[in-house]
């Protein structure tokens, strides 16, 4: 998926996924324990930030409710300890949606934002999510954020014989004038974390929907529920030359 093209995903681009996830041929492994959990890196082509990737088993865990806990906006507010804002834009279709993401980042950094198109595919004992960066019209550049681009995020989530596996690859440009040693660093420390307080997310989640008002209200997988969402136009999404001018906010203490 290219960053800014809004494009529904077709069978090429999980495929794509899969092989990221599946061929650890040029990645180099960076962390392993207990074999549960393992941390890869590679090189990108004319890019000075490395793509990550994560392979986890989570045991006694049911791969629907790791694909819940992913989608469950209302959810992650609760789990995401680095969110500060999280809207729902609208559907392109019932498997497509886009939505805005705005994280923390420690000082002396600006935090960072996003704009993404989400992808899912269902397939009972494979469930594929991704993600990239696109434009919407109600969702400049502001203010105090860093707008940054995911070329690639995606999951991969099948039944094991322990459980779930959980199959992670992103490719992230934070932007702002970051030293590209020191973003590739943190991202490879950060991994394994996210991983621990994902599984500790699953483990609740069945719990905390219980409680909810509407426990049924799960639109990723009933696509009649999608419905009550606004719908997307393409137009909204076509990035202007002054829009994109604005994206390119810096870090002030890394100038």
């Not at 490395?50 to 045991?59: E, F, P, R, S, T």
Request: hydrophobic letters at 35%.
């Amino acid at each position: 998926m290219e960053v800014g093209l809004v494009k529904i995903a077709e069978d090429s681009d999980f495929r794509k996924l899969k092989t990221l996830v599946d061929d650890n041929t040029n990645w180099k492994l960076e962390y392993s324990k207990n074999d549960e959990t393992k941390v890869w890196t590679q090189m990108v082509h004319g890019c000075d930030f490395k793509m990550v990737k994560i392979h986890a088993v989570l045991n006694s865990i049911l791969p629907d409710t790791v694909f819940d806990v992913l989608h469950d906006p209302a959810y992650r507010k609760e789990w995401d300890l680095h969110m500060i804002e999280s809207t729902e834009i609208g559907y392109l279709n019932p498997n497509n949606d886009v939505g805005y993401y705005a994280v923390s980042c420690p000082a002396p950094l600006k935090n960072r934002d996003f704009v993404l198109q989400r992808s899912w595919l269902d397939m009972g004992e494979e469930k594929l999510i991704l993600n990239h960066s696109i434009h919407h019209k109600c969702y400049p550049p502001k203010k105090g954020f860093v707008r940054a681009a995911s070329h690639l995020t995606g999951f991969v989530i099948r039944s094991c014989p322990r459980g779930t596996f959980l199959g992670y690859v992103s490719h992230t440009d934070p932007r702002g004038k970051l030293p590209p040693w020191l973003v590739n660093k943190i991202t490879q420390i950060f991994a394994p974390k996210m991983v621990k307080q994902l599984r500790k997310a699953v483990e609740g989640y069945n719990h905390w929907k219980a409680r909810q008002q509407n426990p049924d209200f799960k639109p990723w997988t009933y696509p009649e529920q999608m419905m009550l969402a606004p719908r997307i136009s393409i137009t909204d999404c076509v990035e202007s030359h002054k829009t994109s001018a604005n994206s390119l906010t810096r870090d002030s203490d890394y100038d």
